[in-house]
């Protein structure tokens, strides 16, 4: 890493994190998009994410709650209808370029369930084409953790984040800030208690490789998940119950000196998943790190279903992206009526 780079790495955080914005994910990968788009009757061709991405790209002052876009490599090439490329059109409106760089998931050892992420072959050459030819200044590295019998195993757990930190000395020396993202899924009938026990094992894992590797820690924005229960636990916890574990073990196991925190929504509904980070704000207002929002569908989620029914619509499509934009800058400062 240039040693002098720490103060430019933390002025990207700062801006990025900046009250009361966050950064919107649109950067599904063509798989998980042509997903989505199957599950509504959406045709799964490029052009239809084209198009969908430039509504995205292009609602009107969305600027005021977002401060990052974070993009895929499909996406960020692309142009609007008129011919600008949407990196241009973000450059515009003074909102960060992120790209995301690991190149997708495959299984652990000889496990049918545990995932490790891959992306590092050639990192180093992508990024200066993201950084140079379009701009970018902050990157996205995905890890899955699944809960379950006897998972996540530790071997997995430190793959992931020998490999997280990695990455993100890669990135730094590229003058680049990374977002570092291991989540733990949804998927499951598991109780809070064990995605807290979870949560907290990996990120003591991660920030051990962190250190390990040399990763200046200011430069670097975790996304986490929230500790919550399964999404087929017979017990879901109220609102108060997520924001405290969530952020105890936020507070007991991530250094004080990362730059900042954000959350991913990871199946949560829109309302759901603001509601949660409006409780974290209000509940626990001095923290040592920003807390924000980088959510992908608790943002998209009922602007995809109004763009399957009636495309056309473009006006409708970007005004429900921003009522949820708005939710969750609202969100993140606390002040989201509930
Ligand atoms: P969700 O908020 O939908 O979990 O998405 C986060 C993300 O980073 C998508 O790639």
């Given at each position: 890493?240039?040693?002098?780079?720490?103060?430019?790495?933390?002025?990207?955080?700062?801006?990025?994190?900046?009250?009361?914005?966050?950064?919107?994910?649109?950067?599904?990968?063509?798989?998980?998009?042509?997903?989505?788009?199957?599950?509504?009757?959406?045709?799964?061709?490029?052009?239809?994410?084209?198009?969908?991405?430039?509504?995205?790209?292009?609602?009107?002052?969305?600027?005021?709650?977002?401060?990052?876009?974070?993009?895929?490599?499909?996406?960020?090439?692309?142009?609007?209808?008129?011919?600008?490329?949407?990196?241009?059109?973000?450059?515009?409106?003074?909102?960060?370029?992120?790209?995301?760089?690991?190149?997708?998931?495959?299984?652990?050892?000889?496990?049918?369930?545990?995932?490790?992420?891959?992306?590092?072959?050639?990192?180093?050459?992508?990024?200066?084409?993201?950084?140079?030819?379009?701009?970018?200044?902050?990157?996205?590295?995905?890890?899955?953790?699944?809960?379950?019998?006897?998972?996540?195993?530790?071997?997995?757990?430190?793959?992931?984040?020998?490999?997280?930190?990695?990455?993100?000395?890669?990135?730094?020396?590229?003058?680049?800030?990374?977002?570092?993202?291991?989540?733990?899924?949804?998927?499951?009938?598991?109780?809070?208690?064990?995605?807290?026990?979870?949560?907290?094992?990996?990120?003591?894992?991660?920030?051990?490789?962190?250190?390990?590797?040399?990763?200046?820690?200011?430069?670097?924005?975790?996304?986490?998940?929230?500790?919550?229960?399964?999404?087929?636990?017979?017990?879901?916890?109220?609102i108060d119950?997520?924001a405290?574990?969530?952020?105890?073990?936020?507070?007991?196991?991530?250094?004080?000196?990362?730059?900042?925190?954000?959350?991913?929504?990871?199946?949560?509904?829109?309302?759901?998943?603001?509601?949660h980070?409006n409780r974290m704000?209000q509940l626990?207002?001095?923290?040592?790190?920003?807390?924000?929002?980088?959510?992908?569908?608790?943002?998209?989620?009922?602007?995809?279903?109004?763009?399957?029914?009636?495309?056309?619509?473009?006006?409708?499509?970007?005004?429900?992206?921003?009522?949820?934009?708005?939710?969750?800058?609202?969100?993140?400062?606390?002040?989201?009526?509930?």
């Open positions: 890493m240039t040693p002098n780079n720490h103060d430019h790495l933390r002025a990207i955080v700062t801006s990025l994190l900046e009250q009361p914005k966050g950064i919107f994910a649109i950067d599904e990968s063509i798989e998980s998009c042509n997903k989505r788009f199957a599950l509504l009757g959406i045709p799964e061709t490029v052009e239809k994410r084209r198009d969908y991405r430039e509504l995205l790209v292009t609602v009107p002052e969305i600027e005021q709650y977002v401060s990052g876009y974070i993009m895929h490599d499909e996406t960020i090439r692309q142009s609007t209808t008129d011919g600008w490329r949407f990196a241009d059109v973000l450059h515009d409106k003074g909102i960060h370029i992120g790209i995301k760089v690991d190149t997708g998931l495959m299984p652990f050892a000889d496990s049918s369930i545990e995932q490790i992420t891959n992306g590092l072959d050639g990192l180093g050459d992508r990024l200066i084409e993201y950084r140079d030819v379009f701009g970018a200044s902050f990157t996205k590295w995905r890890a899955l953790i699944h809960i379950g019998e006897n998972i996540p195993t530790d071997a997995c757990l430190l793959e992931n984040a020998n490999r997280l930190a990695q990455y993100a000395k890669i990135v730094q020396e590229h003058d680049m800030v990374p977002i570092i993202e291991p989540e733990v899924l949804m998927t499951g009938n598991h109780t809070i208690q064990q995605c807290y026990d979870v949560t907290a094992r990996n990120l003591k894992i991660l920030m051990t490789a962190l250190h390990e590797h040399g990763v200046y820690l200011g430069g670097v924005i975790l996304k986490t998940s929230m500790v919550i229960d399964g999404s087929e636990c017979s017990v879901q916890s109220d119950t997520v405290h574990m969530t952020m105890k073990c936020l507070q007991e196991y991530v250094s004080p000196d990362i730059g900042g925190i954000v959350f991913l929504s990871g199946g949560q509904d829109t309302n759901e998943s603001a509601q980070l704000s626990y207002p001095n923290l040592s790190w920003e807390l924000t929002f980088s959510y992908g569908r608790g943002i998209q989620d009922s602007a995809l279903h109004h763009f399957a029914k009636y495309p056309e619509d473009r006006a409708g499509i970007q005004d429900l992206v921003m009522v949820w934009a708005r939710a969750d800058s609202l969100a993140s400062i606390g002040k989201l009526p509930e």
